[in-house]
């Protein structure tokens, strides 16, 4: 079954810029999407289509996709990013989600 | 405002058959092009994608759990319904519903789960 690994935590700098990956076979060739999860709260998606925002969501959110590797990146980082991040992407007609990664804004 | 709901029992026993009910408004499961599916999250884990109906009453299914699992809708009622059959204690977890969108025509490559119900936590324990 198809998989996609993210790094379990990532640390970053109030105004710095945080990168977050995803990791799949030939994940390029999909669409990866992207899920932002506070303690005690619902997922809410940040990025769909490798890099499109919905609406409501900050302009310091994008992404891509390329080779075998997606990327959510969050520049200016705020206090109010720290979260879980999740990936997603369809293989076949299934879902897969990443492992999550620890936003930790220090 | 559009919103989802999850209800069930919050403790079931080992062995035991769960039903859990997703209720939404302001769109139909009628409606050509909607869809909803049921996600999961045990305490402190990752989310896992469980099963999807669609308007058209297809139907997917997580490949590690689709002997267990059966989703159905009410469209008269606005409501999709998970069972999941001979729970143990490693199913313990938030169980989410949530509407799939943003499909530019394939949703089973582009589509994204744009609206989440508050979830509702299961414990599987005798």
């Known amino acids: 079954s198809y998989e996609v690994t993210q790094p379990p935590s990532v640390s970053v700098s109030p105004g710095q810029a945080a990168s977050i990956t995803c990791s799949g076979d030939?994940?390029?060739?999909?669409?990866a999407c992207w899920y932002q999860q506070k303690p005690g709260q619902s997922p809410v998606l940040v990025i769909y289509q490798d890099s499109r925002r919905p609406s409501g969501i900050p302009e310091r959110f994008s992404g891509s996709n390329s080779g075998n590797t997606a990327t959510l990146t969050i520049s200016g980082t705020q206090a109010v990013d720290e979260a879980d991040y999740y990936c997603q992407a369809w293989d076949s007609t299934t879902v897969v989600f990443g492992g999550g990664t620890k936003l930790t804004v220090l | 405002q559009v919103t989802l709901k999850e209800s069930g029992p919050a403790l079931v026993n080992p062995t035991q058959t769960l039903t859990l009910t997703c209720t939404f408004s302001?769109?139909?499961?009628?409606?050509?092009?909607?869809?909803v599916s049921w996600i999961r999250q045990p305490p402190g884990k990752a989310l896992e994608w469980l099963a999807h109906?669609?308007?058209?009453?297809?139907?997917l299914y997580s490949t590690s759990l689709t002997t267990r699992v059966t989703i159905s809708k009410d469209t008269s009622r606005n409501q999709v319904v998970l069972t999941m059959t001979d729970m143990d204690p490693v199913d313990t977890a938030t169980y989410y519903c949530a509407r799939l969108a943003y499909c530019g025509g394939d949703c089973y490559s582009r589509g994204a789960f744009d609206l989440w119900g508050q979830g509702t936590m299961v414990t599987v324990s005798a």
């Open positions: 302001e769109f139909s499961l009628s409606t050509s092009g909607m869809r």
């Open positions: 109906i669609d308007w058209n009453d297809d139907k």
């Open positions: 030939k994940l390029g060739d999909k669409f």
